[in-house]
């Protein structure tokens, strides 16, 4: 009986260590799109989110889309994002190479945000550009999955030229 017994918790131990790699296995699928306001689909969230995770691989720089109805207690886009930059913690620490884009139709607002080490290469005129050709045309007809997706693929392109490369966050 107490063979039988071990046997059964030895089972019961392999099928609970299996269960909880498994667990700890899809943890590490990352999110990089929190559709708030539900302007997009699941599939456009995936793509976008893919693309997302392509970007990270190939330059280890994090891009996060979130959408919103709301600042909740900020009064601007400026606010609302530098404060949820900081919350989510983009980027990684020593290259502070993080991109944030906030997105609300209900506000008709949008902003790209930028961690420090990003600003030296993706400056604020820059951002307005990609936000004025590739993403407001496209908000101006309720495309909102074609703005994000272009403005998110002319950020990428950017970023990706050799030129552009984020090395860290020191001034």
Not at 6 to 18: F, G, K, M, Y
Not at 94 to 122: C, D, P, W, Y
Not at 135 to 158: C, D, H, R, V
Request: glycine letters at 6%; one cysteine or more; a positive charge.
């Amino acid at each position: 009986m107490k063979t039988r017994t071990r046997n059964t918790l030895s089972i019961l131990a392999i099928v609970i260590a299996l269960a909880l790699a498994g667990c700890f296995t899809n943890s590490a699928t990352k999110t990089f799109v929190s559709d708030q306001e539900h302007v997009l689909d699941s599939l456009q969230e995936d793509k976008l989110n893919r693309l997302y995770l392509d970007h990270e691989t190939t330059s280890t720089n994090q891009i996060v889309l979130l959408t919103t109805k709301t600042f909740e207690i900020d009064s601007t886009i400026e606010a609302y994002s530098l404060r949820k930059f900081n919350s989510i913690g983009i980027g990684q620490k020593e290259k502070n190479n993080g991109v944030l884009i906030v997105f609300s139709a209900s506000m008709r607002q949008v902003r790209i945000a930028t961690g420090i080490g990003t600003e030296k290469v993706l400056k604020d005129s820059i951002a307005k550009k990609i936000i004025d050709s590739s993403m407001t045309p496209y908000f101006k007809k309720e495309q909102y999955f074609e703005g994000l997706w272009n403005g998110s693929t002319a950020i990428i392109s950017f970023l990706e030229k050799p030129e552009n490369k984020i090395t860290g966050a020191n001034r």
